[in-house]
């Protein structure tokens, strides 16, 4: 039972336009919301969070949004450039646990 | 620098021959964390630790051990590897749980058990 799906396994988008990432969730408990970055051969490395309290979170050119009645999150990074070509995990958990969900992840690619 | 790193990085070994992965972290961090990726079914956490000597199952657990004896050090045992434990794994900690906090990564171990 996938509780993190990213239903998208690829996107590709022109250099400058606008990537969205998505991501769904199934149990309303989680509130806690992640999204990492993976380069290959490399960790993922963390990009930005969102707790349920709020329904955004920006930095920078990255901003989070999430919408707890459809139980989904998505990632927007504006503008596109080619270093953000990578894959991209979702990851959920619920606050005073220990547990980490990650969603199977997107695979971002960038056009110049 | 800080930085999470795992030994080694790159492992073949046959059925049956207990190894271990070591990780270990520069960041004082209280938590600590193995996972697995595998092709379309993403990061899977095997253990997770919230302090020296609490550990505690992921989603994934069954064939792997851990301990946690010192703060910065989190090894992942498998007593008896079988061809299913192939895949790449990931270190990771973070200075604490439980509110989300973002998790610092180590670069992978990829396993192969024939």
């Known amino acids: 039972d996938q509780q993190v799906k990213q239903n998208s396994p690829s996107l590709s988008v022109q250099e400058g336009r606008i990537s969205i990432l998505n991501c769904d969730y199934t149990?309303?408990?989680?509130?806690?919301f992640l999204w990492y970055k993976k380069y290959p051969a490399e960790g993922p490395t963390f990009l930005i969070s969102i707790s349920s309290i709020k329904d955004k979170n920006e930095d920078g050119r990255f901003t989070v949004f999430l919408n707890k009645s459809a139980k989904h999150l998505s990632l927007h990074i504006v503008p596109s450039q080619p270093g953000d070509s990578a894959v991209y995990f979702c990851a959920a958990s619920i606050s005073g646990t220990y547990k980490y969900i990650f969603g199977t992840g997107t695979r971002l690619k960038v056009l110049a | 620098e800080a930085q999470v790193t795992q030994n080694p990085r790159y492992l073949i070994t046959v059925t049956g021959k207990k190894l271990t992965v070591t990780c270990s972290q520069n960041?004082?961090?209280?938590?600590m964390s193995w996972y697995r990726q595998d092709p379309g079914l993403g990061l899977r956490q095997i253990y997770y630790?919230?302090?020296?000597?609490?550990?505690d199952k992921g989603d994934v657990p069954e064939g792997y051990k851990v301990s946690r004896k010192e703060k910065r050090n989190f090894p992942l045992i498998l007593e008896s590897p079988s061809p299913n434990q192939t895949s790449l794994y990931f270190c990771?900690?973070?200075?604490?749980?439980?509110?989300?906090?973002?998790?610092?990564f180590g670069p992978g171990t990829r396993l192969t058990v024939l």
């Open positions: 990771a900690s973070s200075l604490q749980a439980g509110l989300g906090d973002e998790q610092f």
């Open positions: 960041m004082n961090h209280e938590y």
């Open positions: 630790s919230m302090n020296v000597e609490v550990t």
């Open positions: 149990n309303s408990m989680f509130d806690y």
